[in-house]
Nanobody, 131 residues
């Protein structure tokens, strides 16, 4: 059974930092790229970042570049999202999801990776940033 489990969310003030974790099991980790999405109340789910450590490729949404960093610990089958300089606009439920590396490598950009292309999802973790 494929499982992705997010952790690390919380409530904090603007300007602060959080590190989200996504622990993956039930799949061959090296055959997948792992992405982070977020969904704010009343808004559509949007891609935040995605990484394939095997291919040394990572993509970011324009509105998080320079503030968020995605990384992968292959020995632990875990992907992290380090979020710095958080803003109230970053408030959302954050989800991690798995996508085939074959599909990921053809994308060349986070914008073309639709949520429907991801095969498995975590349950989400809430991040709330107050002003």
């Amino acid at each position: 059974e494929v499982q992705l489990v997010e952790s690390g969310g919380g409530l904090l003030q603007a300007g602060g930092s959080l590190r989200l974790s996504c622990e993956v099991s039930g799949i061959n980790f090296e055959d997948y790229a792992i992405g982070w999405f977020r969904q704010a109340l009343g808004k559509e789910r949007e891609g935040v970042s995605c990484i394939s450590s095997r291919d040394s490729i990572a993509y970011y949404a324009d509105n998080v570049k320079g503030r968020f960093t995605i990384s992968s610990d292959d020995a632990r089958n875990t992907v992290y999202l380090q979020m710095n300089s958080l803003e109230p606009e970053d408030t959302a439920v954050y989800y991690c999801a798995a996508i085939s590396r074959v599909v990921f490598r053809t994308a060349h950009s986070l914008r073309v990776l639709a949520p429907a292309q991801f095969e498995a999802w975590g349950q989400g973790t809430q991040v709330t940033v107050s002003s």
